[in-house]
């Protein structure tokens, strides 16, 4: 099964950047880097992906390292919103997703 | 934005009951998933369906569950006879309108309890 390697937590100060690293070393050719957020009692809310190059969208970047076995999502303006528990899953093109623990993020006011 | 709904939001069940837990993804989407979220626990994938077929399914997916599109836009998810430890959090997702490269969006979830 895909597996990555995310910290445990981290934590950050409102309206400064966060960088959220992960190491996907048995990630293959065909996958693609997923990371979404999940808000407690809440479903998972998709953030951004990308295959090979990086990676920008209205919540956030995605930088991808030029072997693809590490990525790093980059919150340009950490608000008290995005205290979430962040998970960076690699998979196939529309194939099952494997989670594992995430990065519990926590934003301080 | 386009949703993925599901209904209901909370549903309490007894030991051995049949439950169907419902979901409308996102129109245009052709790849559907249901995942489940233990409380405490990692999310975990249950089943992929596509073209009218399961895709993939993992081991908790036994004869006790089953997937159906009985029409053009709902996705149900059906569980036989429940047991105490089916209670959890599922999720259902979509994806893709057949291009590469899609994310997935997920519903809000229902909150199934067995008692």
């Known amino acids: 099964d895909a597996k990555t390697t995310q910290p445990n937590s981290m934590e950050s100060n409102e309206e400064e950047p966060v960088h959220l690293p992960c190491n996907h070393s048995t990630i293959s050719g065909t996958d693609y880097i997923h990371w979404y957020r999940q808000l407690p009692s809440q479903g998972p809310e998709y953030v951004i992906h990308?295959?090979?190059?990086?990676v920008n969208n209205r919540m956030a970047s995605l930088a991808i390292a030029e072997d693809r076995k590490s990525s790093t999502l980059i919150l340009h303006r950490a608000t008290l919103r995005d205290a979430a528990v962040y998970y960076c899953i690699h998979a196939g093109n529309n194939r099952k997703l494997i989670w594992g623990l995430g990065t519990s993020l926590a934003v301080n006011p | 934005e386009p949703e993925v709904t599901q209904t209901p939001s909370h549903q309490v069940t007894q030991m051995g009951q049949e439950v169907i837990l419902r979901c409308v993804p996102i129109?245009?989407?052709?790849?559907f998933y249901w995942y489940r979220q233990i409380l405490g626990q990692k999310v975990e994938f249950l089943v992929s369906f596509y073209n009218n077929e399961i895709s993939e399914k993992s081991e908790i997916f036994d004869d006790q569950f089953s997937v159906e599109r009985p029409d053009g836009s709902n996705f149900t998810l059906k569980i036989r006879s429940t047991k105490l430890e089916d209670s959890a959090m599922y999720f259902c997702a979509s994806s893709g309108p057949g291009r590469v490269g899609y994310g997935y969006t997920f519903g809000s979830g229902t909150r199934l309890t067995v008692v």
């Open positions: 990308g295959l090979t190059s990086n």
């Open positions: 129109s245009n989407h052709l790849y």
